[in-house]
């Protein structure tokens, strides 16, 4: 219950649209919980909810992911989905996660996790993380401003052509690890 609230809160301060992914069709855990989000629901009749299978999420989430503003999930499927959706930024290196609890409290980091294998050559995509910090300034402090401005400097960088290995492409200009943070704290 406390993660289809927190779901239906953050939807609230968006777009007031939400996603639950599940199995119910075939899982007796996916029905209960479709079963207690349809009930926190009736709480926030502003949020327009829909329900997805997963396997169906996952090929919305390809063919068309700007139908979606929150997805709540559980675990497994959005671990699943993450890394799906990881693609259509271009990589795993560009997304931030939040693993959120009642009372502004978070916990947020990378979805790729520490990535030893390029640990110290400049090679790591900074962005996932840089966005985490936006997060955080938005769920854990309330600080819009400062989140969007993170956001908004990430963005002129990247529509600089600024890139890093992982997101490079024809006509972009490379850069690394550094330089990106260097470039995204010169832009806030």
Not at 11 to 22: A, N
Request: charged letters at 20%; a negative charge; one cysteine or more.
């Amino acid at each position: 219950e406390r993660i289809s609230r927190m779901a239906f809160d953050i939807s609230m301060k968006r777009q007031k649209k939400l996603c639950s992914v599940d199995k119910a069709n075939i899982l007796e855990t996916s029905r209960l919980w479709r079963s207690v989000v349809n009930r926190v629901a009736k709480e926030y009749p502003e949020v327009e909810l829909s329900h997805l299978y997963v396997d169906n999420a996952a090929m919305q989430l390809v063919r068309n992911p700007r139908q979606f503003d929150v997805i709540v999930t559980e675990n497994m499927f959005g671990d699943i989905l993450s890394d799906e959706a990881s693609m259509i930024t271009g990589s795993i290196g560009m997304l931030p996660s939040a693993s959120l609890r009642t009372g502004n409290f978070g916990m947020y980091e990378p979805i790729h996790g520490s990535a030893p294998d390029i640990a110290g050559q400049d090679k790591a995509n900074p962005i996932a993380t840089i966005l985490s910090t936006a997060m955080m300034l938005r769920y854990t402090f309330a600080l819009e401003t400062e989140a969007l401005a993170i956001e908004n400097a990430v963005i002129s960088v990247l529509d600089a052509g600024w890139r890093t290995g992982d997101i490079m492409s024809a006509g972009m200009r490379p850069i690394g690890t550094k330089e990106m943070g260097t470039l995204i704290a010169s832009a806030i």
